[in-house]
């Protein structure tokens, strides 16, 4: 399992990846910042292990 992270260009935020592979897009949780993230922000390597092994990084 590997752990992920993005981090919001307009505010530092850190988002985990895994929770973008479960929602697809979240609206920042940065104060203040309303900036939308989505899967398809992360870099495509990143993609593709988490498409790849989706049981892992299931959300309960």
């Given at each position: 399992?590997?752990?992920?992270?993005?981090?919001?260009?307009?505010?530092?935020?850190?988002?985990?990846?895994?929770v973008?592979?479960?929602?697809?897009?979240?609206?920042?949780?940065?104060?203040?910042?309303?900036?939308?993230?989505?899967?398809?922000?992360?870099?495509?390597?990143?993609?593709?292990?988490y498409?790849?092994?989706?049981?892992?990084?299931q959300?309960?």
């Amino acid at each position: 399992m590997r752990i992920e992270t993005y981090t919001c260009p307009d505010c530092g935020t850190v988002i985990a990846g895994n929770v973008l592979l479960v929602e697809r897009a979240i609206t920042c949780p940065g104060l203040d910042c309303d900036r939308v993230h989505e899967f398809a922000d992360l870099p495509e390597d990143t993609q593709g292990h988490y498409e790849e092994n989706r049981d892992a990084y299931q959300m309960d």
